[in-house]
């Protein structure tokens, strides 16, 4: 059996375009795709933090250290500048594959420059 798992994220980028008119597609700092390990052209989602909007596209390279997090074709009617996004990519692993197995997770200011990674999400605990 093969589970599918969160591979990588980028958490709450901030959106600096949203170019309807562009070939579809997200386009993110390349610094940001590297340190990932989300591949261009890797089919990721995006959620909006700020509509609650998802959705499902694929990523393209900006220019490294740009900061450029562009929403482009139609999921531009999804965010718009200054909106916080999260995205994720997923893979496909069998379940010996997963007992070994951490996302890279990459956490970003407000520039979109990575303050931190991690390989895992601290354990949510209850309100006190």
Sequence with gaps: MNLNMLKAKIHRATVTHAELHYEGSIAIDGLLLDASGIREYEQIHAWNINNGKRFVTYALRAEEGSGIISVNGSAAHR???GDL??????CQLSEAEVEQFQPMLVYVDADNRISHTNRSIPKQMAAA
């Design 85 to 90: 996004v999260i995205i994720a990519a997923f």
């Design 79 to 81: 965010a718009q500048p």
